[in-house]
């Protein structure tokens, strides 16, 4: 009766009726929709072999160990170190979650002007910005794409000034001989 019912429908007297779509139109291609709808039954019966029906590949995945909220300089940092340490611990699942796709305006990331600090009273405070420098000054040994140009940073290194009341001078100064301690290359 439902096959009857689609050959009334597309009958040959009447060329242009078809079956009418919930939007008010009509359709004359019924049997690709019957066909697709069939397999969509058929996916989700009991006993059948699921097949996606749609191309997923543009999703992210449904399972992840860590999800990043955030595509900065930050985010990506975080998502960069976890995948280096895969390969010693296993597989790490990181999925990155960013409004903006193209990462042109990923946070205030790239437009920022940005700075290092090295000036800390702490060790371990100066051993990160050494390495952060060294990080930044080597990029393409970390980051290059194969077949793809060298990333260009533009990082242009330059000092400051640090100036202090006479009552501050002498942390400042032994602030400067810890700094001169720490190795340079981290």
């Given at each position: 009766m439902?096959r009857r019912a689609?050959?009334?429908g597309l009958?040959?007297g009447l060329?242009?009726?078809?079956l009418r779509?919930r939007?008010?139109?009509?359709t ?13 039954v ?6 059948k ?9 543009h999703?992210?995945p449904e ?8 595509g900065?300089i930050?985010?990506?940092s975080?998502a960069?170190w976890l995948?280096?340490?895969e ?5 790490i699942r990181?999925?990155?979650v960013e ?13 920022s002007v940005g700075?290092?600090w090295?000036?800390f009273?702490?060790?371990e ?6 390495f ?11 980051l290059?794409?194969?077949d793809?140009?060298?990333v260009?940073?533009q990082?242009n290194p330059?000092?400051c ?5 006479e009552?501050?001078?002498a942390?400042?100064e032994?602030n ?11």
């Amino acid at each position: 009766m439902f096959r009857r019912a689609l050959r009334l429908g597309l009958g040959p007297g009447l060329p242009y009726r078809g079956l009418r779509t919930r939007k008010g139109g009509f359709t004359l291609d019924w049997d690709a929709k019957v066909s697709d709808f069939k397999k969509k039954v058929d996916s989700i019966l009991p006993g059948k072999k699921y097949e996606v029906l749609y191309d997923t590949s543009h999703l992210p995945p449904e399972q992840a160990d860590v999800v990043i909220i955030g595509g900065g300089i930050l985010g990506l940092s975080v998502a960069f170190w976890l995948k280096k340490l895969e390969s010693r611990r296993g597989a790490i699942r990181v999925l990155v979650v960013e409004q903006d796709h193209t990462y042109s305006r990923a946070s205030s990331t790239g437009p920022s002007v940005g700075g290092i600090w090295q000036q800390f009273s702490v060790p371990e405070n100066v051993q990160l910005s050494l390495f952060s420098i060294n990080f930044l000054r080597n990029i393409n040994e970390y980051l290059a794409v194969v077949d793809a140009p060298p990333v260009e940073l533009q990082f242009n290194p330059s000092g400051c000034l640090l100036l202090a009341s006479e009552k501050d001078a002498a942390t400042l100064e032994n602030n400067v001989k810890m700094q001169r301690k720490e190795p340079k290359s981290a």
